[in-house]
């Protein structure tokens, strides 16, 4: 909790950290936003009917940004969505875990939210990069961008298994410079043209939607302005609610400058030929633009790191929610918050790589762009909807927040629409492969569960002593430990029961049972413990949170070690030999692994939900790996997933 307090601080290193971390996607944007709105003004995408570029166009495109921003970022993202603060932890997962016990079906909004995020998680390194070296074609025209774009994409993904903690440092000031050049670079253009501040009236936005034939498509331009704002909510836990408001004013400010300050220009320069231009790179006179293509690609490899360890921070939550298969998870720093998934970053890392082969130029991948990221806004906005019904807001509040944000969403879904065929076809793709797996470890979860068979443990008890004490059966173990799903104390998992007593008798001198309780908050980690049988069968019962590795080898002999301490169990070994030298018995886990019979009666859905559950299953970590078990004291008993009985079969017995 101390930590939380610290992080949620105001102080100015907080706000320089919150530049680095929060702010490098949505402070990219400039470099493609308004190239890609006046792109279909002048008719370069299919579809889009060639206009005049004159004031009205230029001051509506203008206007539709700020007040995109002021309302979808200011008002949605900074002022309300960070009020459902989970002890500290922001983003999509962390929202649905505060609401989850409201209905079983916010799930869906949660995986689709969190899918697309992960495909833009793909867009973002590809499209911002090449943004920035493009800029190189001033000086170069005949330069092919796209190698070194891979090479730098490449480079980035290759130093996330280092950690970025020394590069992080930098990362503070590096967009504080980016975000002071993009204001002074736009104030000195708005100075000589101080008419573009008309944009700032909503009514220019207004007149643009409801009279341009092409509102629709302008639309899908303008939303890449906002497409970095779910990581304000996404990065809370790292820089805290205060950091991140406060510094959103700066950020803002300085991108409206920007965005006018290219207006500005372009309506100082309609005779040109703009359809080959970008004037975020004409704010500048020629003998700057290498520097700026510098400072530029720096800010793309931030927002492209920000996306990267965003993805890695939501994977890791989806693991311990049950929402994704458990894969490896490192810390390569001690820093808070630093984490790897080798997996992830490879497959985000050829993801970039095919989207740069595939467009190699930033005006087509701006259709992939947004369209996928409009999916996570609007499942976001159904969760905070829930999560304000939660907390009880003036239900006038509520309805106008979700009319309100559910018609802008639905709005640019609309002009998001048009992408599909320019390049969107290739994020829902990606969005629904990843989805596909989101589902299908959550659905295979319910169906598992549904034939989980629970027995009365007290029935057991006595078979339990007595099987303790019975020295014809060879000794298993002195310590031995299943792992339950069962939620009370009460009951037990009929299979556990049949692999103690039945399969292969296992005598032990204590029996444990261990159940994993995975809560909403982020960073829970409390234990209960039961003497169910004292001295012979005990339960701990771990309460850890969404965001702690679920380390059960390290944690169960933590809770042991304080029983023995406390005199609450006695592990020392019974064979009298090691017995009077006090020396500590074995421990051996048992872990219960499910399989599908062929006998198995499911559905022709569940069946392909099972299937693919078990492929994803032997690509993922094993049980053993993923709660930390030492391989060599852990046995994996493969047990049926649906045991038929033989009352189910009828045969009949020929006379002899």
Not at 221 to 229: K, N, P, Q, R, S
């Amino acid at each position: 909790m101390s930590s939380h307090k610290n992080v949620n601080a105001l102080t100015a290193g907080g706000l320089l950290v919150t530049l680095g971390i929060v702010f490098g996607d949505i402070g990219t944007s400039p470099l493609y936003t308004l190239k890609a709105i006046f792109k279909i003004a002048l008719g370069e995408h299919k579809g889009s009917t060639p206009q005049t570029i004159d004031e009205a166009l230029v001051l509506g495109a203008l206007s539709c940004i700020i007040w995109t921003l002021t309302l979808q970022t200011t008002v949605k993202y900074v002022i309300v969505t960070l009020r459902a603060d989970n002890k500290g932890e922001g983003g999509i997962f962390s929202l649905y875990s505060l609401v989850r016990k409201k209905a079983k079906w916010l799930v869906i909004p949660a995986i689709i939210g969190g899918a697309a995020l992960l495909a833009d998680g793909m867009i973002t390194p590809s499209i911002t990069v090449t943004s920035a070296i493009e800029g190189l074609q001033l000086k170069f025209p005949s330069l092919e961008v796209f190698p070194i774009v891979i090479t730098i994409i490449a480079i980035l993904f290759i130093i996330q298994q280092f950690g970025t903690n020394l590069v992080g440092k930098l990362f503070g000031p590096i967009m504080l410079l980016w975000f002071v050049a993009l204001g002074a670079m736009g104030f000195m253009h708005v100075v000589h043209s101080p008419f573009i501040l008309k944009a700032l009236n909503p009514y220019y936005a207004i007149h643009l939607l409801t009279t341009n034939s092409e509102a629709f498509l302008i639309l899908g331009g303008v939303f890449l302005c906002t497409t970095g704002a779910e990581a304000l909510y996404s990065d809370l836990g790292h820089c805290g609610k205060k950091n991140i408001r406060v510094s959103w004013v700066f950020v803002k400010s300085m991108l409206i400058l920007n965005y006018l300050g290219q207006g500005a220009w372009i309506l100082t320069h309609v005779d040109q030929d703009l359809k080959a231009i970008n004037p975020f790179f004409e704010l500048v006179p020629s003998s700057m633009v290498l520097y700026l293509v510098g400072l530029a690609t720096m800010a793309a490899v931030v927002a492209s790191q920000a996306m990267i360890s965003g993805a890695f921070t939501l994977i890791s939550e989806a693991v311990r929610l049950n929402l994704w298969p458990k894969v490896r998870i490192n810390y390569p720093s001690v820093q808070k918050g630093q984490l790897y998934v080798p997996s992830i970053n490879w497959i985000l890392c050829i993801g970039c790589i095919i989207i740069v082969l595939i467009f190699k130029k930033s005006d087509n991948m701006e259709g992939a762009y947004g369209l996928a990221i409009n999916l996570t806004f609007l499942m976001t906005t159904i969760l905070v909807v829930v999560f304000m019904l939660r907390k009880k807001f003036p239900m006038y509040l509520i309805v106008v927040f979700g009319i309100i944000y559910g018609v802008i969403e639905l709005f640019f879904l609309a002009g998001n629409m048009y992408k599909f065929t320019h390049g969107g076809w290739f994020a829902l793709l990606i969005s629904m492969a990843l989805l596909s797996v989101m589902w299908t470890w959550y659905a295979s979860r319910k169906i598992k569960n549904r034939f989980v068979k629970y027995v009365e443990i007290e029935d057991y008890y006595e078979i339990i002593k007595e099987l303790s004490g019975d020295t014809s059966v060879p000794k298993f173990s002195s310590q031995l430990v299943y792992l339950t799903s069962a939620n009370f104390k009460t009951e037990i998992e009929s299979k556990i029961v049949y692999s103690i007593i039945q399969k292969e008798p296992k005598r032990a001198d204590v029996y444990w049972l261990v159940h994993v309780d995975v809560m909403d908050e982020p960073y829970t980690m409390d234990y209960k413990v039961e003497f169910l049988i004292p001295g012979k069968l005990i339960r701990i019962d771990f309460k850890l949170g969404f965001r702690i590795e679920q380390r059960i080898n390290l944690l169960y002999r933590k809770v042991v070690e304080e029983l023995v301490k406390n005199g609450e169990v006695d592990i020392t070994s019974q064979y009298t030999s090691l017995n009077k030298h006090k020396i500590t018995g074995d421990f051996r886990f048992v872990l219960l692994e499910k399989h599908l019979s062929k006998f198995t009666n499911l559905s022709f859905y569940e069946q392909t939900i099972m299937d693919y559950y078990f492929i994803l299953k032997r690509l993922s970590l094993s049980e053993v790996t993923s709660f930390g078990l030492d391989s060599s004291y852990v046995d994996v008993e493969k047990v049926p997933l649906i045991f038929v009985s033989p009352d189910d079969i009828e045969l009949n017995r020929l006379p002899v």
